[in-house]
Nanobody, 120 residues
Framework: QVQLVESGGGLVQAGGSLRLSCAAS????????MGWYRQTPENLRELVAV???????NYADSVKGRFTISRDNAKNTVYLQMSSLKLEDTAVYYC??????????????WGQGTQVTVSS
């Protein structure tokens, strides 16, 4: 089993910054993709940013130029630096990872979610 522990959410004013962290642990042989999704107040889960093991990134258009995803492979940790936050960034942010638990088995895992609230 794989566990994801998120941290760094909170309340911030519009225009401010926050940094989310997510550490993966457990039965990990190797990690493929790590990233972040968010669930909006309208209950839609949308991709925010993902980062492959080869360094390829994919960002939602709405966050390009404001958010930066990075990862520390030695620590099995992914980060999301969020800047110039807008009211519409308010959501529960979920860490995601696709992990090889052994040479022949892989799976998708999710964190418990961390609330990010942007106020005016």
């Amino acid at each position: 089993q794989v566990q994801l522990v998120e941290s760094g959410g909170g309340l911030v004013q519009a225009g401010g910054s926050l940094r989310l962290s997510c550490a993966a642990s457990g039965s990990i042989f190797s990690i493929n993709t790590m990233g972040w999704y968010r669930q909006t107040p309208e209950n839609l889960r949308e991709l925010v940013a993902v980062l492959s093991s080869s360094g390829i990134t994919n960002y939602a258009d709405s966050v390009k130029g404001r958010f930066t995803i990075s990862r520390d492979n030695a620590k099995n940790t992914v980060y999301l630096q969020m800047s110039s936050l807008k009211l519409e960034d308010t959501a529960v942010y979920y860490c995601y990872t696709n992990v090889n638990t052994n040479v022949a088995r892989r799976g998708d895992y999710w964190g418990q979610g961390t609330q990010v609230t942007v106020s005016s």
